[in-house]
Nanobody, 121 residues
Framework: QLQLIESGGGLVQAGDSLRLSCAAS????????MAWFRQAPGKEREFLAG????????DYADSVKGRFTISRDNAKNTVYLQMNSVKPEDMAVYYC??????????????WGQGTQVTVSS
């Protein structure tokens, strides 16, 4: 099993920045492609960003492209999501996920428990 623990969520003002972290343990982190998703109340979980195991390729949803940046540090077993120019509509529970392929669907083998991001306008 690969355990994933997100951190860095909290209350932020619109326009501010926030960095989420997702620490992995239990298996070889560098074997997995990683992604960030979010889920707002009453909405489906949506793909935000993904990164391949070697950081050679990234993918972003249109809703966050240019504002959010995904990165990873395999030496620290951690993937990050840098969120800039945060908007009220970014308020959601944010999840990291690990899988064999970099896809925009929910088809990932491992998920974290989520971290809440609240945006005040």
């Amino acid at each position: 099993q690969l355990q994933l623990i997100e951190s860095g969520g909290g209350l932020v003002q619109a326009g501010d920045s926030l960095r989420l972290s997702c620490a992995a343990s239990g298996r070889t982190f560098s074997n997995y492609n990683m992604a960030w998703f979010r889920q707002a109340p009453g909405k489906e979980r949506e793909f935000l960003a993904g990164i391949t195991w070697n950081s050679m390729r990234t993918d972003y949803a249109d809703s966050v492209k240019g504002r959010f940046t995904i990165s990873r540090d395999n030496a620290k077993n951690t993937v990050y999501l840098q969120m800039n120019s945060v908007k009220p509509e970014d308020m959601a529970v944010y999840y990291c996920a690990a899988g064999s392929f970099l896809v925009r669907s929910l088809d990932y083998s491992y998920w974290g428990q989520g971290t809440q991001v609240t945006v005040s306008s």
